[in-house]
């Protein structure tokens, strides 16, 4: 049982001004660890006694000195725990370094409130950051304290009082998707070491960091089965790891996705002309030719090339801006294999989405003729033909 006492030497210990201590063991009986904590009345540190004993009882009992570290301090030892890819490191040490250091690294990990993640959630918004953003980041913060709660530093985490920012709807403008000619310009426009690129995203829904990263062992006979994508690092002289597992996907995965025969002739055109270099021991089909290019091209790298091809084929806003991005060649995919029946579980597998929730939410209104099936089916179900009325009749 805790013990209430007074450490000094005092004889009325009940008029002195001496601290209240509370002195019980962690969980594990006398193999438990002695703890101490003092307080200014004797009636919390009972109070505080009874709760130390009754948790060790419900099982729920925490180490409040664990809870004493700072925000900071805990960002950087949950990050060192998780073994995740370069481009989610990448993007939590952002989150980490450019919004939650600066509003609560210096409090301690138990002294964080629902306010203030609320505050924190708050701040980015009104920093300008996309509510989809914010959430994406919360997630990161909530990750972080459900961890706190697992390891018994704190006994609740106070992200579950904020709810997420309610989003708008993810599905794809129709106007963010390319037509068949301007895809064909943009190609025509393309430099001719990347005019692959376009072929592949829009004839396979590659994103454009797989299809930088794609090397000779991907081809398959009617299909790619893609290993790895481009670091974003990947053009930097001192990248040590310039291949990196595929978005979603860890080390050892792979996504197959099925090429037309004229994608695998425009792949066999580009190795006739250009060959493959080695790069980390592979064989990679868009390593630079030229010295002082850098090791390997990156989204961002590919961004020149990809705004001189469009400003060339005058796929171009009135301000004189690409109308469209690398990715909009992968909503052309999409688009164009569901309008023409290709079921959409099978296009989110190819496009490599975490879940079919994510294909449906971005592409699901793009399938036509899910219309006339609903209208027939109902039609037929709740005011069939005549002839079928009388057969069920009979």
């Not at 005092?10 to 002195?23: D, E, G, P, Q, S």
């Not at 037509?179 to 829904?205: H, K, N, P």
């Not at 060649?329 to 989405?353: C, D, K, M, Q, Y």
């Amino acid at each position: 049982m805790a013990q209430v006492l007074k450490k000094c030497d005092c004889r009325n210990k009940t008029r002195c001004a001496h601290l209240w201590t509370v002195r019980y063991r962690e969980p594990g009986g006398r193999t438990g660890r002695q703890r101490e904590k003092s307080f200014p009345t004797k009636r919390e540190a009972e109070s505080f006694g009874v709760k130390a004993e009754n948790d060790k009882r419900a099982g729920v009992y925490i180490d409040h000195q664990l809870g004493q570290i700072s925000m900071r301090k805990w960002a950087e030892e949950w990050l060192a725990q998780h073994q995740v890819n370069e481009s989610t490191r990448r993007n939590y040490q952002g989150f980490i370094s450019n919004h939650l250091v600066p509003a609560l690294g210096a409090r301690t990990l138990a002294g964080v409130t629902i306010p203030d993640v609320k505050k924190l959630q708050t701040a980015m918004v009104n920093g300008g950051l996309a509510a989809s953003t914010v959430n994406d980041r919360m997630n990161i913060l909530r990750a972080m304290m459900a961890t706190a709660v697992k390891e018994r530093r704190i006994y609740e985490s106070p992200c579950d009082g904020v709810p997420p920012i309610k989003t708008a709807g993810a599905a794809v403008d129709p106007d963010e998707i390319p037509t068949l000619a301007e895809v064909y310009a943009i190609a025509a426009a393309m430099s001719d070491q990347y005019r692959l690129t376009v072929w592949l995203q829009a004839g396979a829904g590659l994103r454009i960091s797989e299809a930088l990263g794609l090397t000779s062992d991907c081809q398959r006979e009617g299909f790619l089965r893609l290993r790895r994508q481009i670091s974003a690092k990947a053009n930097q002289g001192d990248c040590v790891t310039r291949f990196v597992p595929l978005k979603h996907r860890t080390a050892d995965e792979y996504r197959d996705v099925p090429t037309p025969t004229f994608l695998d002739q425009e792949i066999g055109n580009h190795l006739k002309r250009w060959g493959t270099v080695e790069v980390d021991g592979v064989e990679a089909l868009f390593a630079p030719r030229e010295r002082g290019k850098g090791k390997m091209p990156t989204a961002s790298t590919y961004g020149y090339h990809w705004r001189k091809a469009c400003a060339a084929a005058g796929v171009v806003t009135p301000d004189k801006k690409p109308k469209y991005t690398p990715h909009s060649l992968r909503h052309f995919f999409a688009s164009t294999a569901l309008a023409n029946g290709v079921p959409i579980h099978e296009v989110s597998r190819w496009l490599g989405h975490r879940n079919i929730k994510t294909t449906v939410d971005t592409y699901g209104h793009l399938v036509p003729e899910a219309w006339d099936r609903c209208r027939d089916v109902m039609q037929q179900a709740l005011r069939p033909s005549p002839v079928r009325a009388v057969a069920v009749a009979a």
